[in-house]
């Protein structure tokens, strides 16, 4: 069974530069992609960045890399706003026979202070 572990986040003050990460535990996969979604309070989960993507509100300030080695993805974060407070979510998919599979991470909270 595929787990993924996210790390990183926490307390940040406005314009700090958290790198929150996330490691697939468990059988070794090929995801076709990962990514990272957010969900603020009171809002709906949204896309953050996967592959190429990144949402427009944090392009210029998100960058995604992932080691496909590895199974990891990391999410630099610089300039953090008050906006960017959420939960933070890995999210990992991949296609087996035609098949889709979806993981996601427990959360990391990433809070945003003035």
């Known amino acids: 069974q595929v787990q993924l572990v996210e790390s990183g986040g926490g307390l940040v003050q406005s314009g700090g530069s958290p790198r929150p990460s996330c490691a697939a535990l468990?059988?070794?996969?090929?995801?076709?992609?990962m990514g990272w979604y957010r969900q603020a309070p009171g809002k709906e989960r949204e896309l953050v960045a996967v592959?190429?993507k990144l949402a427009d509100s944090v392009k210029g300030r998100f960058t995604i890399s992932r080691d496909n080695a590895n199974n990891t993805v990391s999410l630099q974060m610089n300039n953090l706003k008050l906006e960017d407070t959420a939960v933070y979510y890995c999210?990992?998919?991949?296609?087996?026979?035609?098949?889709?599979?979806?993981?996601w991470g427990q959360g990391t909270q990433v809070t945003v202070s003035s």
């Open positions: 592959m190429t």
């Open positions: 468990g059988r070794p996969s090929n995801f076709a992609n």
């Open positions: 999210h990992a998919m991949r296609l087996q026979s035609g098949v889709r599979f979806d993981y």
